[in-house]
């Protein structure tokens, strides 16, 4: 895993141990924080990185100033692999890593973040509903983004609703982008 841009731009950090492991490729990360530079400011606020695995999004975040980030993962190895990358890029101290069901985590949290990763394995059997739970929970800011990336074709349960504002298609892969606004109607892209 390579860091795409800024403080830590060109680190390279250990990959994924855990089977199933998919980290967001560096072309689907350059996408998503090219699109994000003109729709959200990074600079300090508080980034969620869900089904986190590597860590790439999150550290990616920070390295172009993000606040922090808390990062969610269930695997154990997963989570070692984020702490070890914490360390090597010595960004510890801005990196909450939390070794939890990302699920479990929505429900019991009440924090608030301006970006929301969500980067589940494609057999995750509840990613349909996953957006209107996010959404719900009142994690993501007034303003925020929440990001998921998911298997191309994937449809999103209506109840609560969730629609993304726009989606991008790289390959077998949809990334959704989702809006919370303060009528939470989504905007076009």
Same mark, same amino acid.
Request: aromatic share 8%; net charge neutral.
């Given at each position: 895993?390579? %860091?795409?841009? &800024?403080?830590?731009?060109? !680190?390279?950090?250990?990959?994924?141990?855990? #089977?199933?492991?998919?980290?967001?490729?560096?072309?689907?990360?350059?996408? $998503?924080?090219? $699109?994000?530079?003109?729709?959200?400011? @990074?600079?300090? +606020?508080? =980034?969620?990185?869900?089904?986190?695995?590597? &860590?790439? @999004?999150?550290? #990616?975040?920070?390295?172009?100033?993000?606040?922090? =980030?808390?990062?969610?993962?269930? *695997?154990?190895?997963?989570?070692?692999? +984020? !702490?070890?990358?914490?360390?090597?890029?010595?960004?510890?101290?801005?990196? *909450? $890593?939390?070794?939890? *069901?990302?699920?479990?985590? %929505?429900?019991?949290?009440?924090? +608030?973040?301006?970006? $929301?990763?969500?980067?589940?394995?494609?057999?995750?059997?509840? +990613?349909?509903?996953?957006?209107?739970? %996010?959404?719900?929970? &009142?994690?993501?800011? #007034?303003?925020?983004?929440?990001?998921?990336?998911? !298997? !191309?074709?994937?449809?999103?349960?209506?109840?609560?609703?969730?629609?993304?504002?726009?989606?991008?298609?790289?390959?077998?892969?949809?990334?959704?982008?989702?809006?919370?606004?303060?009528?939470?109607?989504?905007?076009?892209?």
């Amino acid at each position: 895993m390579r %860091i795409i841009a &800024g403080t830590y731009r060109g !680190r390279i950090l250990p990959g994924p141990v855990a #089977e199933g492991v998919r980290p967001a490729t560096d072309k689907v990360r350059g996408a $998503i924080f090219n $699109i994000l530079q003109n729709r959200l400011d @990074l600079n300090g +606020i508080d =980034v969620l990185d869900l089904f986190a695995g590597t &860590g790439s @999004l999150g550290f #990616e975040a920070l390295s172009r100033g993000a606040a922090g =980030v808390t990062f969610v993962d269930n *695997d154990r190895s997963a989570v070692k692999v +984020i !702490r070890e990358n914490a360390s090597v890029l010595r960004c510890a101290d801005a990196c *909450d $890593i939390v070794q939890a *069901d990302a699920v479990g985590f %929505i429900s019991r949290n009440s924090g +608030i973040f301006g970006l $929301i990763f969500a980067d589940p394995p494609y057999a995750f059997g509840r +990613i349909a509903a996953l957006p209107g739970l %996010i959404l719900a929970s &009142g994690l993501l800011a #007034e303003g925020g983004y929440l990001i998921v990336e998911h !298997r !191309r074709g994937t449809g999103f349960a209506e109840d609560p609703p969730a629609v993304p504002a726009f989606t991008r298609t790289f390959g077998g892969t949809d990334v959704s982008f989702f809006q919370h606004t303060d009528d939470r109607s989504r905007s076009g892209a």
